[in-house]
Nanobody, 124 residues
Framework: QVQLVESGGGLVQAGGSLKLSCAASGRTFSWYTMVWFRQAPGKEREFVAAINWGDGSTYYADSVKGRFTISRDNAKNTVYLQMATLKSEDTAVYYC?????????????????WGQGTQVTVSS
């Protein structure tokens, strides 16, 4: 079992930056592929970025590539999402999720553990 708690959301102006964190419980965090999804009002939840459990490779949605960076600190059981050059369309609730030993996937159904989400609002 893994419990995930996101933090770092807030209100930021367009063009600004924000860093989200997702802290995980447990002693085997390094075994989990970690991912960020987001859900805007009235829209479906969508994939944002993933980081592999083994080699730390990363994978991004086209909409955030070059602006967002996902990283992890296994010693701190934490995954991060550094967001830069934010746009109004990045406004959403951001969720982290985890799957043990799994490959990176953009599919919601592939992830077993979810956080409660953190709100990011980008004002134009």
């Amino acid at each position: 079992q893994v419990q995930l708690v996101e933090s770092g959301g807030g209100l930021v102006q367009a063009g600004g930056s924000l860093k989200l964190s997702c802290a995980a419980s447990g002693r085997t965090f390094s075994w989990y592929t970690m991912v960020w999804f987001r859900q805007a009002p009235g829209k479906e939840r969508e994939f944002v970025a993933a980081i592999n459990w083994g080699d730390g490779s990363t994978y991004y949605a086209d909409s955030v590539k070059g602006r967002f960076t996902i990283s992890r600190d296994n010693a701190k059981n934490t995954v991060y999402l550094q967001m830069a050059t934010l746009k109004s369309e990045d406004t959403a609730v951001y969720y982290c999720a985890a799957r043990r030993w799994g490959t990176m996937s953009p599919l919601i159904s592939d992830y077993d553990y979810w956080g409660q989400g953190t709100q990011v609002t980008v004002s134009s």
